[in-house]
């Protein structure tokens, strides 16, 4: 019998410390209602519920920011509800005003009276229908837009987007047969730098029409490229061509040959013609005061500083005439700038042309988040185009004679045409984002469920366990104490 080591002891100790700790553990899970309170308890399950719990909460928040989507599109709606209420009230004093039993300066000046009094008040709706203090109805929201109203000689024009093109050429052997890799580097349309290696062979008596047509079919058969390229051969030449035009679509920014087996080298990348947004520009040779420029909404009117009687209409912004058409268009570009916001714009002198880069700014769309990701296809765009008399073509109306007033009737017609064109785009997409708010509950809920699964515990078998460790727990102690006895028994021995 051993005195110094008590083994016994030694092992009750041990496992007393291992149920301890098992039976804090249950605890905690208990306590807590997770089985995950640690990455310790299960490193990649907290790893795939912390996932999931951002999507959860992304989910969430979508929902969130789609019911507010709805509510602004039913705020933008109402104020369009109440302005097609006032252009029927304008046709029907249209057709009245039409009609030959009344006399010019007494009856119809008096209708006039209310036509331009119902064209101030769509003016007022357009100008102060606001959601969180942004403006729906005056044209910001819309799809961009230029039109000029020049005594002058005026072009506007577009200038569509174009796509980065860049060739290889390739060229014949002049060794025997090899393996060659040619190396592409580029961005992607989503801006992410690739390299990708294209492998390639090629006969020792290839041409260059051989050659390109290898590499050709090598490059067809990787997804990365053809993903972001269209690649089209004509001889020895392939070309590579964005998918997207503008500056989003891909670009290559270097590229090379690696020699292979041998020290064939039969292939050459250039740089191309780099991909270019979409733009607008506008000739303006010479203004007079009067001239008006529209842009997104806002309205550009030229007056003369020199002449009192020279006056701005309300709403419009005005720009000085200067000492000659550089001097003007100097004015007009620092008025794009500072009262428009418009800061993508350039004008060259010596064509008295602005440019106008990053046309989608001209417009700002209002885009709506309505998914937990960032990519392109969980987000949707509001466009509300210019609702004032003067975007719906009747600022200049009148009622005040017969002809003027058979004229309004039609160009009434058409207002109310693209209001209620408007409302059936507004109505679509509120449609369309209650159908979003229902699949965000349905998603949200099922991967709740999915991460409840992962993370929660199950009560009654952790109580199962917690019993069972703390049974153990006291079987522990009380061997322990037995364990603690045993050396006393030396004591009869040494009597």
Not at 4 to 23: C, E, F, K, M, P
Not at 382 to 393: C, E, P
Request: a negative charge.
């Amino acid at each position: 019998m051993r005195i110094q080591h008590n083994i016994n002891a030694l092992n009750s100790l041990r496992q007393l410390g291992i149920n301890n700790t098992n039976t804090g553990k249950n605890l905690e899970k208990l306590s807590s209602g997770y089985r995950i309170n640690r990455a310790g308890d299960d490193a990649a399950g907290l790893a795939i519920s912390e996932k999931m719990r951002g999507q959860i909460r992304g989910l969430e928040q979508a929902q969130q920011n789609a019911e507010d989507g709805i509510s602004l599109i039913q705020t933008a709606e109402g104020g369009l509800n109440e302005t097609h209420a006032i252009l029927q009230r304008m046709r029907e004093l249209a057709v009245q005003s039409s009609n030959g039993t009344y006399q010019d300066e007494v009856d119809r000046v008096n209708l006039n009276k209310e036509v331009e009094a119902l064209k101030s008040e769509i003016d007022r709706i357009a100008n102060s229908t606001q959601f969180n203090k942004i403006n729906l109805l005056d044209g910001s929201l819309g799809k961009p837009e230029m039109s000029a109203e020049f005594a002058t000689a005026a072009t506007v024009a577009d200038v569509a987007a174009t796509k980065g093109t860049y060739t290889i050429t390739s060229s014949t052997t002049s060794d025997a047969a090899s393996a060659n890799i040619f190396k592409l580097s580029f961005i992607n349309e989503k801006g992410e730098s690739k390299v990708v290696d294209i492998d390639y062979s090629v006969g020792a008596t290839d041409t260059a029409d051989q050659v390109a047509t290898k590499l050709e079919a090598a490059l067809k058969a990787n997804s990365d490229i053809t993903s972001n390229f269209d690649v089209t051969r004509e001889g020895a030449v392939i070309t590579l061509e964005s998918k997207t035009a503008g500056t989003d679509g891909a670009s290559v920014y270097a590229s090379s040959n690696t020699e292979g087996t041998t020290t064939a080298n039969n292939v050459v990348g250039s740089a191309g013609v780099t991909a270019a947004d979409a733009k607008k520009t506008i000739v303006a040779t010479a203004v007079i005061k009067g001239d008006k420029l529209s842009i997104a909404g806002k309205t550009y009117e030229f007056y003369d500083p020199a002449d009192s009687t020279s006056k701005v209409a309300d709403g419009n912004i005005g720009v000085a005439i200067g000492a000659d058409a550089d001097g003007s268009n100097a004015n007009l570009l620092a008025a794009l700038k500072k009262e428009g916001g418009i800061v993508n714009v350039a004008y060259d002198t010596s064509t008295d042309t602005f440019t106008f880069s990053d046309v989608d700014e001209l417009g700002k769309d209002l885009t709506f988040q309505i998914g937990a990701n960032g990519s392109a296809d969980q987000k949707v765009v509001l466009n509300v185009g210019d609702m004032s008399s003067n975007g719906l073509n009747i600022s200049n109306i009148s009622v005040a004679s017969q002809d003027s007033a058979n004229a309004a009737i039609d160009a009434l017609d058409t207002a109310i045409n693209s209001v209620s064109g408007a409302r059936a785009d507004l109505g679509a997409l509120q449609n369309r984002l209650e159908h979003t708010v229902n699949n965000l509950g349905v998603t949200n809920e099922n991967l709740t469920a999915a991460e409840s699964r992962i993370r929660d515990v199950d009560m009654a078998k952790e109580m199962m366990e917690y019993t069972k460790n703390n049974i153990l727990t006291q079987a522990a102690q009380a061997m322990l104490a037995q364990a603690n006895m045993q050396p006393q028994g030396v004591l009869q021995l040494l009597q």
